[in-house]
């Protein structure tokens, strides 16, 4: 009777217990970044546009500060008197439109994203600080906030760059100190709400330090705002340093700026629109890909906020 049943359990398939498997929360992630279509189309648009202002050199048919005064103002190539030599024209001094835009693009990205770098940390530091602490810290970043919100930015901006010359790092510096308010607003917000969370009045409870609990529980946790609003302040730096060169206050010549370009050539605005028109579409392109990822992102992380 032994042997049988042996001879039964050694015969007898083994089964293994079902293990029900669904995707894993990065796999879910992805699928939703691939499926929003507006934060593909901005993320694309914005890679192309940095690989063409990284590879500037290599793509730009000419100098950007070359002068040709025997070809001035030549028109793009799709004009009748246009040539393929200087695909998208020259502009008042002979300069290659083409090869000038690339390197503004530089120009243009190098702005927003220094700017938005310097304005994120003092934004953040005040905005987590107002939040977690709270009595006397809240009270003098809400009235710091207040006091920034009564500046009006261009303004503000303007005489700055006025009193201290246009420089790319004036300018530079001069956006990074003004645009710091959204993301203390948008970080005070975010801290306020997490740090009654379970998890954070645990840490306090185990004795963990006020560093640890800011880096550790806090500051992993406004990642996915925080990442936003960079997006957002990075075109809003990119379009007020346009709007400063343009004026004459901002980047200032033979510097390939696009803001600048524009301001070149709106003398020639009813002779020659497309001198206005090829830098002012390529700011509204640049800033629609920001906008776009940015929106995109917060559809992402944050679903439950958008209907």
Not at 117 to 136: C, D, N
Not at 230 to 238: D, K, N, R
Not at 282 to 305: H, K
Request: hydrophobic letters at 55%; one cysteine or more.
């Amino acid at each position: 009777m032994t042997n049988t049943t042996e001879t039964i359990h050694a015969v007898a398939p083994k089964v293994e217990p079902e293990v029900l498997s669904g995707p894993t929360p990065r796999q879910i992630l992805v699928t939703k970044v691939l499926g929003h279509k507006g934060l593909m189309f901005g993320a694309i648009v914005l890679l192309v546009i940095f690989l063409m202002a990284l590879f500037a050199p290599l793509l730009a048919p000419y100098d950007p500060y070359h002068q040709d005064l025997m070809h001035r103002i030549v028109p793009p190539v799709w004009d009748a008197k246009g040539s393929w030599d200087n695909i998208l024209g020259t502009d008042h001094l002979g300069r290659d439109y083409l090869s000038r835009l690339l390197y503004g693009a530089r120009i243009s990205l190098a702005i927003g994203a220094i700017a938005a770098l310097i304005s994120g940390i003092i934004g953040t530091s005040m905005g987590v600080a107002a939040g977690y602490f709270g009595g006397r810290v809240d009270s003098c970043v809400t009235f710091l906030i207040n006091v920034r919100l009564a500046m009006p930015v261009v303004l503000v901006a303007l005489a700055v760059v006025a009193l201290f010359g246009g420089s790319l790092e004036v300018v530079i510096t001069v956006l990074g100190l003004l645009l710091w308010d959204r993301f203390a607003v948008v970080m005070r917000s975010a801290t306020l709400q997490l740090r009654s969370m379970e998890y954070v009045t645990a840490a306090k409870a185990i004795g963990c330090s006020t560093k640890r609990i800011l880096f550790s529980e806090i500051m992993p946790n406004i990642t996915n705002s925080l990442i936003v609003i960079v997006t957002l302040e990075m075109a809003h730096a990119i379009l007020l340093e346009a709007a400063l060169s343009f004026l004459g206050l901002g980047v200032q010549p033979p510097t390939p700026s696009w803001g600048l370009m524009v301001s070149e050539g709106k003398q020639m605005l009813l002779f020659q629109p497309w001198m206005i028109a090829i830098p002012g579409v390529a700011l509204f392109i640049l800033v629609l890909a920001i906008n776009l990822l940015g929106d995109g992102l917060r559809d992402v992380s944050a679903p439950e906020n958008r209907n």
